[in-house]
């Protein structure tokens, strides 16, 4: 029986990190894989049956994710921006750890919808080149700035896009957007008066806050709530999946501070500006050159308001379905060549 060690940031209520875990099982389903998963993670809910086996290991037992590396046959970082500082190099320092178990009893191992950085520390370019350079590595990138400098280190690596939406490829989503509501998808705290009357400028009488990670969202989410529920038509936060889908489908168009908010919207074809941070930026710009509507500040964000209705989202959003479908079918032929 075949086994796989899947990691990711999965099981901790980010909808982003879910859809790629979500959409990795998919990816198993479909090439037949009827072995064991093992994840690093005991707080996985499924809505499906699959005929593999799901096991989840605590990310401190050590002596059992070491014992289980050992015996797999394949090892997947399924998705996400895992090799970074930006959230703290004890993380990095962590995937390191398990790459050099993997690569220590001379394992297979797959990036797939991987990307790299953001990085506040030279140790970990450094260790990272390093990673790039095991002969058993292979993968396919996110964006083409990870990309290229994996190619400096490897030639097994391909770009791809980011795959955490192909969950959804047998449904049909139809768009009812409603005039003058928008959806705004919080991470970050932000001069909210400011967006609030530039938003009023350009005639949004309502808005839908949306959380796609509840740990670390939902605190912004209520008190944006709480501050302006009088002061313009604004709904309860949403956090449920099939709540956010159906508030972004109505939506004229969407604010995003985090990435799988922009990819849906995308996916989903409704316009989209989004927060730039190195991430949104070099994943939106690798799907399509000439989205320009990204903001920091308030005048930033009037610039995208203004270019909202000459950008062609239709152009994009094919862009992104062609690319992604060529991505599902190369990580369909990685993981089948491994097993």
């Given at each position: 029986?075949?086994?796989?060690?899947?990691?990711?940031?999965?099981?901790?209520?980010?909808?982003?990190?879910?859809?790629?875990?979500?959409?990795?099982?998919?990816?198993?389903?479909?090439?037949?894989?009827?072995?064991?998963?093992?994840?690093?993670?005991?707080?996985?809910?499924?809505?499906?049956?699959?005929?593999?086996?799901?096991?989840?290991?605590?990310?401190?037992?050590?002596?059992?994710?070491?014992?289980?590396?050992?015996?797999?046959?394949?090892?997947?970082y399924g998705g996400g921006n895992l090799f970074q500082t930006e959230t703290s190099l004890r993380s990095f320092m962590y995937y390191d750890f398990l790459f050099s178990v993997a690569?220590?009893?001379?394992?297979?191992?797959?990036?797939?919808?991987?990307?790299?950085?953001?990085?506040?520390?030279?140790?970990?370019?450094?260790?990272?080149?390093?990673?790039?350079?095991?002969?058993?590595?292979?993968?396919?990138?996110?964006?083409?700035?990870?990309?290229?400098?994996?190619?400096?280190?490897?030639?097994?690596?391909?770009?791809?896009?980011?795959?955490?939406?192909?969950?959804?490829?047998?449904?049909?989503?139809?768009?009812?957007?409603?005039?003058?509501?928008?959806?705004?998808?919080?991470?970050?705290?932000?001069?909210?008066?400011?967006?609030?009357?530039?938003?009023?400028?350009?005639?949004?009488?309502?808005?839908?806050?949306?959380?796609?990670?509840?740990?670390?969202?939902?605190?912004?989410?209520?008190?944006?709530?709480?501050?302006?529920?009088?002061?313009?038509?604004?709904?309860?936060?949403?956090?449920?999946?099939?709540?956010?889908?159906n508030e972004l489908l109505k939506s004229q168009f969407i604010i995003s501070d985090r990435l799988h908010g922009g990819i849906l919207a995308l996916y989903l074809g409704v316009p989209?500006?989004?927060?730039?941070?190195?991430?949104?930026?070099?994943?939106?710009?690798?799907?399509?050159?000439?989205?320009?509507?990204?903001?920091?500040?308030?005048?930033?964000?009037?610039?995208?308001?203004?270019?909202?209705?000459?950008?062609?989202?239709?152009?994009?959003?094919?862009?992104?379905?062609?690319?992604?479908?060529k991505t599902h079918e190369k990580t369909l032929k990685m993981v089948k060549t491994f097993l």
């Open positions: 029986m075949k086994k796989i060690f899947l990691i990711g940031y999965y099981g901790y209520t980010n909808l982003g990190d879910e859809m790629l875990f979500e959409s990795m099982l998919e990816i198993f389903k479909e090439i037949a894989f009827d072995g064991k998963i093992y994840i690093i993670s005991d707080k996985i809910k499924l809505n499906k049956k699959y005929e593999f086996k799901i096991i989840g290991i605590d990310k401190y037992d050590f002596p059992k994710i070491i014992s289980t590396i050992k015996e797999i046959d394949l090892l997947i690569k220590h009893y001379k394992k297979d191992i797959l990036f797939l919808s991987q990307g790299f950085g953001h990085f506040k520390h030279k140790y970990a370019t450094g260790r990272l080149k390093k990673i790039l350079k095991y002969k058993n590595l292979h993968g396919i990138l996110r964006d083409e700035t990870s990309f290229k400098f994996a190619k400096m280190c490897s030639d097994n690596f391909d770009l791809g896009t980011d795959i955490g939406m192909i969950k959804y490829k047998n449904i049909v989503f139809e768009k009812d957007p409603q005039k003058n509501h928008i959806s705004i998808i919080i991470k970050n705290r932000k001069d909210w008066n400011k967006i609030i009357y530039i938003l009023k400028q350009v005639d949004i009488t309502r808005i839908t806050p949306i959380v796609l990670n509840k740990s670390q969202d939902s605190i912004i989410a209520y008190e944006f709530f709480e501050k302006y529920k009088n002061k313009i038509d604004i709904s309860f936060p949403v956090s449920e999946e099939n709540k956010i889908i989209v500006i989004m927060y730039k941070n190195h991430k949104n930026y070099r994943v939106f710009k690798t799907i399509d050159k000439e989205y320009n509507l990204f903001f920091r500040s308030e005048d930033e964000l009037i610039n995208a308001l203004s270019n909202l209705n000459s950008f062609e989202f239709k152009k994009m959003q094919e862009k992104y379905i062609n690319k992604l479908n």
